[in-house]
């Protein structure tokens, strides 16, 4: 069957590949399938074999798709652009088993333009807003030239791909991916099977790939030296089982990088220390298999870093790279280093310095390094006294008293000093001035003597308070001891603390965990109901001499008469006891089916700091200039 098409509509009407064809309806013209092969061989947009040798490759069945198309009869034209990236994006469809995706986005629709293949979906903020993201593809949004006129040829063309979490399955095509010119933003992340490697050829990159986002795949092989061939803004490849070293081309071929997030792989070697890039912002290595013995200078090039985690990497050893964050009055070259993550490895020292320096430091992690010793660096911690939010030297082997200059480093709300070898004594009374603490742990410590009221009754904002394992004495009597009334979890286990329990525990009015197991208590005044906190969920109480037979306590969130404090048992959730035999034997299937440690679920410590991919509570991609609008109603299944 011939058909003719008029002269006028073929030279001055709109593109067959424009929306406003026929009246919103593509115009399909079928081609012959030998005759689409032959073009795409002929323009090498994809391999002779891929296209020929099998029915069932990405590629053969892509072409197949693009017998509905008519076959550009100018190379040069919009309508080959056009044909090219709806064929490239079809290779991509198939390649990651798209007929299986949990979304389908409205791709691979002969009578649809392949900038309609998307969705709007719901996504709710931490504000209670809600907003809707484009997921699938993004075009251009156009140009106007010089002559005022509309620009068809750069509004068409695919700028972005979003398909997170959307059961992608597949290797990448990315020689395919190349022919998509203006592809700017290509985020892929958490599709686990996705598989394959990245590109060694710098022409299979997107030539103006700005984003990279492939973290929870599961990519192989090495990054290679042709990744810097791509104008990379950010690279994060998080969690993926990625091998070998880091290519020196991503720190010396340019200074466009700003990200680069490779977390949780298996790579090797040394990280550059020295660079030419100079607007690199954030720089996550942790929880790899990196072999290097850090200096006082390294990575002080990185003037422009505001977050540093090489964390979890047990072979990078050497002392704390002091220079990355600390700058005098009189040096020019401001460090703007604000996160500095080294829990996890081999560090041995934290050198001090000299009084009069300065840093933008917030957040300093340096637990689980039991080979760190010597003094703690006084002077280096008063560098951060208008701007330390979070520290954590736990599982630490510094020497000498405590601190006490910690209570000048006013801005502090995360405090960890747990299991580490300062000189026994009692909580400095210095850190009474640390209003602003929300977590603090002195847990095994070596801290001794009475506890008292000036200590915590100014810090009005503690929601933990963690004195496990240590020697704390005396009694904890309501006239003594003042605990804030914002306390959600208190730990005074493992002492040996005297005398009755006051009542005023019982009466946090937001307490939920209280933990008093192995003391020396002889007593407890348990207040009438209405002046007992209805948020107790776990009370721990054995191996303490109490006589409390007419008791009536809260356990477990339960209310519960004449307990008996011989308990038996014992589980990570729980430990409760129980007047009953059936009783006991709901708490062990209870704790059997919970066996999460009881902290875990309150917070993890070690992930206060906000990522680059989490600002203000809101998925990174928001902050890429993607289209978004009011969201009401969104069917995530929409189809055409």
Not at 225 to 254: C, D, H, K, R, V
Not at 404 to 412: C, D, H, K, M, Q
Not at 630 to 639: G, H, P, R, S, V
Request: aromatic share 12%; proline share 6%.
């Amino acid at each position: 069957m011939i058909i003719i098409i008029p002269a006028t509509l073929l030279l001055f009407g709109p593109s067959p590949f424009s929306s406003s064809w026929n009246d919103g309806q593509r115009f399909t013209v079928r081609s012959d399938m030998e005759d689409v092969q032959d073009y795409i061989i002929k323009n090498q947009y994809s391999s002779f074999k891929s296209i020929y040798t099998s029915v069932d490759t990405p590629q053969y069945k892509a072409a197949k798709f693009m017998t509905y198309e008519r076959i550009p009869y100018n190379d040069d034209s919009f309508t080959s652009v056009a044909w090219k990236e709806r064929y490239a994006v079809t290779v991509f469809y198939y390649a990651l088993s798209g007929t299986s995706w949990k979304y389908h986005y409205k791709f691979v629709y002969p009578n649809r333009d392949v900038c309609q293949w998307y969705v709007f979906r719901s996504l709710a903020s931490d504000t209670g807003t809600s907003s809707a993201v484009k997921f699938g593809i993004t075009c251009g949004r156009g140009n106007y030239g010089s002559s005022g006129g509309y620009d068809p040829d750069e509004y068409h063309r695919v700028r972005r791909i979003l398909l997170p979490d959307n059961d992608l399955k597949g290797t990448i095509p990315w020689r395919e991916l190349s022919l998509l010119e203006n592809l700017d933003f290509l985020a892929l992340y958490i599709n686990s099977e996705i598989s394959g490697t990245l590109p060694e050829k710098e022409e299979y990159w997107p030539p103006s790939l700005a984003l990279l986002e492939l973290s929870h795949t599961s990519l192989e092989g090495t990054i290679p030296e042709s990744i810097s061939s791509a104008p990379l803004q950010m690279i994060s490849l998080e969690y993926n089982q990625l091998t070998g070293t880091l290519p020196s081309t991503l720190f010396t071929s340019s200074d466009r990088l700003v990200d680069l997030l490779l977390k949780k792989n298996y790579l090797t070697g040394t990280i550059p220390d020295r660079i030419k890039n100079t607007n690199l912002r954030y720089l996550y290595l942790e929880d790899n298999l990196f072999e290097q013995e850090l200096t006082a200078s390294s990575f002080s090039d990185f003037t422009t870093l505001i977050q540093l985690d090489l964390s979890d990497n047990p072979s990078l050893g050497g002392i704390v790279p002091i220079d990355a964050f600390l700058y005098s009055d009189d040096n020019d070259r401001i460090r703007n280093l604000e996160v500095l993550d080294l829990h996890g490895t081999n560090i041995t020292a934290f050198p001090d310095t000299t009084s009069n320096v300065e840093s933008n430091v917030t957040f300093l992690a340096l637990h689980d390094n039991r080979n760190l010793r010597g003094t703690f660096p006084v002077n280096a911690l008063l560098s951060m006294k208008n701007t330390l939010q979070h520290l954590d030297i736990t599982s630490t082997s510094f020497v000498g008293n405590m601190p006490t200059s910690l209570g000048l480093v006013s801005e502090l709300e995360y405090l960890f000093m747990a299991d580490t070898d300062f000189t026994p004594g009692p909580i400095p009374m210095e850190y009474s001035s640390l209003t602003k603490l929300t977590d603090f742990s002195l847990k095994h410590s070596r801290r001794t003597g009475t506890l008292s009221s000036e200590i915590f009754e100014q810090m009005k904002s503690l929601i933990l308070l963690d004195l496990d394992s240590n020697d704390f004495t005396g009694t904890l009597l309501s006239n003594d001891v003042m605990f804030p009334t914002s306390l959600e979890y208190l730990l005074l286990n493992r002492n040996n603390f005297t005398g009755e329990v006051p009542s005023s525990l019982f009466s946090l009015p937001k307490l939920k965990l209280l933990l008093l197991d192995e003391n020396s208590f002889t007593g407890l005044n348990i207040p009438p109901d209405n002046m007992m906190t209805n948020e107790l969920q776990y009370l721990f109480l054995q191996n303490n001499p109490l006589l409390l037979d007419d008791a009536d306590i809260s356990c477990g969130g339960k209310k519960k008469e004449k307990w008996e404090f011989d308990c038996t048992i014992r589980c990570p959730c729980c430990d409760c006891c129980h007047p009953t035999d059936q009783e006991q034997q709901k708490e062990k299937e209870f704790c059997e089916d919970n066996t999460v440690d009881w902290l875990a679920q309150y917070k993890d410590p070690y992930l206060f700091y906000q990522r680059p991919v989490l600002r203000n509570g809101d998925p990174y991609y928001l902050f890429y200039d993607l289209d978004i609008i009011n969201a009401t109603t969104i069917d995530d299944n929409e189809e055409p």
